[in-house]
């Protein structure tokens, strides 16, 4: 889920485990709280699940995904650009060495690049990080760094001029970032601070089943030194969850982090939309 100006953006998921639906765009209008959807013009990505989306400017851009089962069985490494003045759809070629093919990987834009890390691919989990630049369509292999252990499912987020990894499934969940272990949890980030919302706590053996979710709140100020924070919001807290779309909202008429859908406890798929108030 992606949020440009009064609108949410939603592609691509599952309602069935490993299922990829449809290529339909639906949109959520944060004034009129309705919904409407966007087939788009031009070349649209093939249905998928487990794909990233990051925006530069008012486009979005969708990298990879995967259309099988099991650990890079079908798994993608195009990436598509749609352009939501226009809803028109192109994909991006690239003479460079494209990223390895992966789903459940982590996306983030800064400036005029998106940055790729991570994720599930044919050899297994990995922990490496890649820049593509939109300007000049060249994709970059960046450093990688080996205490960061390859995983799936981590958090991926940009904070003035850093990227921060939090996170993920490497073999267990993770908690190298000094909160509790977690992976397919939400994030992201408003002015210095970093929210991280509920996750997979608990995973099982088969991914046909649902593990233990959790939808507990932490956040952390990068320009403080107090660390993580568990927060507690008041109102209609949303049921423990993983597998979600988060996206922060940053305007003259709200300031919050904005949660849809996941995978329920029950092994349900939700398609219920909450936003989280953020006073300071």
Known sequence: MIVIGRKAYVFGGEHKPRV??????????????????CKGNGTMPSERNAQTAA????????????QGITMGEGSLNDLHEFDTDTNNWREIKSNDVVPEARSYHAMVAHGDKLYVFGGCGAKGRMNDLHSF?????????????????????????????SIYVVGGFSGKEMNDSAIPARSVF??????????????EVDPVDTHAEAGKFSNDCFVMDVNSNEGWKQI???????EPRGWFSVASVRDEKCK?????????????????????????
């Open 20 to 37: 990829p639906i449809g290529s339909t765009i639906h949109i959520y209008d944060l004034d009129t709280s309705t919904w409407s959807d």
């Open 186 to 199: 939400g994030i992201c980030s408003l002015d210095s601070q970093i929210f991280v919302v509920g996750g």
């Open 232 to 238: 507690f919001p008041s109102g209609s807290v949303p």
């Open 133 to 161: 630049d939109v300007i000049t369509n060249k994709w970059t292999a960046l450093p990688t760094c080996d205490a960061i252990t390859g995983r799936g499912g981590a958090g991926l987020v940009t904070v003035q001029d």
């Open 256 to 280: 919050g982090v904005l949660i849809f859908g996941g995978n329920s406890s029950k092994n349900e798929r939700l398609n219920d939309l909450y936003l989280m108030e953020i006073d300071n």
């Open 55 to 66: 925006a530069i400017g008012r486009k979005i851009y969708i990298f990879g995904g995967r």
